[in-house]
């Protein structure tokens, strides 16, 4: 018996935003710590940038999706760090001292079986989550101005007819999502739990020194859904990657807000860096994929054998032989081969040992005709 800690080595994983390994390529170190300035600096956004006027703009939305998006790095860290906890402290018993190739082989299946339950407990309580947000349909605050158009709170002042005095009446009207040109509904987000919409941003283009109108302009990536979770979970990330045409509107959000608002700004914002080589996310990938997937690159993991051997090594090793019983075939040419045998060996010895005989005979003839001529004298 002995702990599965001691057992396997190293039990890490390459975490897209957060990371306990420190076998990691440069160009993926940039990417984290890049990917760890846009969590830290988005949520601080939404102290610095006031509610646009225009509530569908991306970027008064943008850091509730980012601090909704570390939530969920902090709880996939935090499921697969409990679970990798209680994992490495169970046991491993066998009867006896396994072999290094069969040792290797069960816990190969062991471990990708506990990688497999590891991400589909995490994805099951996100979506845990989002099926209890979609069936208590919580009502988002005024304040927030994101789902204004889209969910309505309409409050009527009535008299009662008992005692005359004012009360108001409260209406919901179902949320539903239009597309941003046009203004009309696209989906109902009571019947389609995937209802969702692209997100703009919005330019003002000025007409004359006084007046303006916004322009809409699509933001790749950025999606609208019926709630918070939704945006976060059918919006990407390409925008923040290198080569991607509108990472320059999101340095320029940054640079122009979050600096002109800091006495001491920093605003050396750095593209993420996608690289085939080591990373499984292209930059159009939902978010909603890399959450089924724990946000998790690979995992690594080095089984020792050693260790496990030292600690169940037996005292003593028996073995046992199995002898299978001879046909009668076989015993008849064993017997027809040992006459043969014999009869071989004969050939070769019979005639020395005759003249062996003959030798021994001889001498003791000679040996007793001595004798009486001894005695006369």
Same mark, same amino acid.
């Given at each position: 018996?002995?702990? &599965?800690?001691? +057992?396997?080595?190293?039990?890490?994983?390459?975490?897209?935003?957060?990371? @306990?390994?420190?076998?990691?390529?440069?160009?993926?170190?940039?990417?984290?710590?890049?990917?760890?300035?846009?969590?830290?600096?988005?949520?601080?956004?939404?102290?610095?940038?006031?509610?646009?006027?225009?509530?569908?703009?991306?970027?008064? #939305?943008?850091?509730?999706? #980012?601090?909704?998006?570390? !939530?969920?790095?902090?709880?996939?860290?935090?499921?697969? !760090? %409990?679970?990798?906890?209680?994992?490495?402290?169970?046991?491993?018993?066998?009867?006896?001292?396994? =072999?290094?190739?069969?040792?290797?082989?069960? #816990?190969?299946?062991?471990?990708?079986?506990?990688? =497999?339950?590891?991400?589909?407990?995490?994805?099951?309580?996100?979506?845990?989550?989002?099926?209890?947000?979609?069936?208590?349909?919580?009502?988002?605050?005024?304040?927030?101005?994101?789902?204004? %158009?889209?969910?309505?709170?309409?409050?009527?002042?009535?008299?009662?007819?008992?005692?005359?005095?004012?009360?108001?009446?409260?209406?919901?009207?179902?949320?539903?999502?239009?597309?941003?040109?046009?203004?009309?509904?696209?989906?109902? +987000?009571?019947?389609?739990?995937?209802?969702?919409?692209?997100?703009?941003?919005?330019?003002?283009?000025?007409? %004359?020194?006084?007046?303006?109108?916004?322009?809409?302009?699509? &933001?790749?990536?950025?999606?609208?859904?019926?709630?918070?979770?939704?945006?976060?979970?059918?919006?990407?990330?390409? +925008?923040?990657? &290198?080569?991607?045409?509108?990472?320059?509107?999101?340095?320029?959000?940054?640079?122009?807000?979050?600096?002109?608002?800091?006495?001491?700004?920093?605003?050396?914002?750095?593209?993420?860096?996608? !690289?085939?080589?080591?990373?499984?996310?292209?930059? @159009?990938?939902?978010?909603?994929?890399?959450?089924?997937?724990?946000?998790?690159?690979?995992?690594?993991?080095?089984?020792?054998?050693?260790?496990?051997?030292?600690?169940?090594?037996?005292?003593? +090793?028996?073995?046992?032989?199995?002898?299978?019983?001879?046909? #009668?075939?076989?015993?008849?040419?064993?017997?027809?081969?040992?006459?043969?045998?014999?009869?071989?060996? &004969?050939?070769?010895?019979?005639?020395?040992?005759?003249?062996?005989?003959?030798?021994?005979?001889?001498?003791?003839?000679?040996? =007793?005709?001595?004798?009486?001529?001894?005695?006369?004298?």
């Amino acid at each position: 018996m002995t702990y &599965l800690k001691n +057992c396997v080595q190293r039990l890490a994983r390459l975490n897209l935003f957060k990371t @306990n390994t420190d076998r990691m390529e440069d160009n993926i170190k940039r990417e984290l710590i890049s990917t760890r300035v846009y969590l830290i600096l988005f949520p601080i956004l939404s102290k610095i940038i006031p509610n646009s006027q225009l509530p569908k703009d991306w970027r008064s #939305f943008v850091h509730i999706q #980012f601090q909704l998006l570390s !939530d969920l790095c902090d709880l996939a860290n935090k499921t697969i !760090d %409990n679970a990798m906890d209680s994992f490495l402290n169970q046991v491993f018993i066998t009867s006896n001292v396994v =072999h290094m190739s069969e040792f290797t082989e069960r #816990f190969n299946s062991t471990l990708t079986e506990f990688f =497999h339950s590891t991400i589909v407990d995490f994805t099951q309580l996100v979506k845990t989550i989002r099926i209890v947000i979609q069936t208590d349909q919580p009502f988002s605050p005024v304040e927030l101005g994101v789902y204004r %158009n889209a969910l309505e709170l309409i409050a009527n002042e009535v008299e009662s007819e008992a005692n005359n005095k004012p009360s108001v009446k409260i209406r919901f009207v179902p949320r539903t999502l239009s597309n941003a040109s046009t203004d009309s509904a696209k989906c109902f +987000c009571a019947a389609d739990q995937y209802c969702h919409t692209s997100f703009p941003t919005y330019s003002d283009i000025w007409l %004359n020194e006084k007046d303006f109108e916004p322009y809409s302009n699509e &933001l790749p990536g950025a999606t609208l859904g019926c709630y918070f979770i939704d945006s976060t979970l059918f919006s990407t990330l390409e +925008c923040f990657y &290198l080569r991607s045409p509108c990472f320059k509107f999101i340095k320029q959000v940054l640079s122009s807000e979050y600096a002109s608002s800091i006495l001491k700004p920093w605003s050396d914002v750095r593209p993420l860096i996608y !690289d085939a080589k080591f990373s499984r996310f292209p930059p @159009n990938t939902p978010i909603s994929f890399l959450v089924e997937k724990a946000m998790i690159e690979s995992w690594n993991s080095s089984i020792i054998y050693e260790q496990y051997f030292d600690a169940c090594a037996p005292k003593y +090793c028996t073995y046992s032989i199995e002898i299978l019983a001879k046909t #009668f075939t076989e015993v008849l040419i064993i017997a027809v081969s040992m006459l043969s045998g014999i009869s071989v060996i &004969l050939r070769y010895i019979t005639s020395y040992l005759v003249k062996f005989i003959f030798y021994i005979a001889i001498c003791k003839l000679k040996r =007793h005709r001595k004798t009486p001529s001894q005695r006369i004298r």
